[in-house]
């Protein structure tokens, strides 16, 4: 954060520019000593954090008990929500879904571990075989909260062979 | 799909297969006949989705 020397501007507007002026809210008082200019903005900045944080910790009238607690609950295992552009401010905050991929030949096995993983509030998709488990797999979203259960034999092939056409040797981490 | 983690779930969970499943980037090869198959396999999924409370963990 330094303050260009000789430029046109003075060194409160080079600071500010430095900073970010959004950062700042409503312009800061005038004053002459650049350290004075400094505090008011560091303070400036942390004061529009904390009031960032607080309005995502506090929670937003539209979404009910339930809602919250998950996005609450997502918010302490996963990335702080407060620390991501553009949520709390708006009350709007969004949960990123955990999805589990079964592939199995087996109706049976894919129902019983659909209830499984579903009792457990993560959302399931799945496949017969592990060509439909690969193309259901490019096509559907999925994110770092993606697990794929395959089953060794499905049908067209391997439990092996779909990984390995899930996934590029060059990206296989052993 | 290349950073999906993978977990198979076999009946055959035998030595070829497990090292086969490892060099394919399946993360666990879990036994299906086992009495405690499921709850291994919702265990290790949940600790890949960093959703066992201490981050995800990579199954071993």
């Avoid at chain 1, 979404?63 to 552009?85: E, I």
């Avoid at chain 2, 983690?5 to 879990?30: D, H, Y």
């Amino acid at each position: 954060m330094s303050v260009p020397v000789g430029s046109g501007k003075n060194d409160k507007e080079a600071l500010l520019d430095d900073i970010g002026a959004s950062a700042l809210g409503p312009s800061p008082p005038r004053c002459t000593n650049p350290n004075e200019v400094l505090y008011g903005a560091t303070r400036g900045a942390l004061r529009a954090t904390l009031s960032r944080e607080r309005s995502v910790r506090r929670r937003p009238r539209l979404l009910n008990r339930r809602v919250w607690s998950a996005v609450h609950s997502y918010s302490l295992n996963g990335t702080p929500l407060s620390h991501k552009k553009g949520d709390g401010v708006s009350g709007a905050v969004f949960k990123v879904a955990s999805l589990i991929m079964i592939v199995d030949d087996h109706a049976v096995i894919r129902r019983m571990l659909r209830e499984v993983f579903e009792a457990e509030d993560l959302q399931v998709f799945d496949a017969a075989n592990g060509a439909e488990g690969v193309q259901k797999g490019k096509t559907r979203p999925h994110n770092s909260r993606s697990v794929h259960a395959s089953d060794e034999w499905t049908g067209c092939c391997t439990g092996i062979e779909g990984a390995h056409a899930a996934r590029p040797a060059a990206n296989v981490h052993e | 799909m290349p950073h999906v983690p993978l977990l198979m779930f076999t009946n055959n969970p035998g030595g070829i297969v497990e090292k086969e499943a490892r060099s394919a980037g399946i993360s666990a090869v879990i036994s299906r006949s086992d009495t405690d198959g499921v709850k291994q396999l919702l265990i290790r999924a949940k600790a890949l989705l960093g959703l066992n409370g201490a981050g995800a963990q990579r199954a071993s």
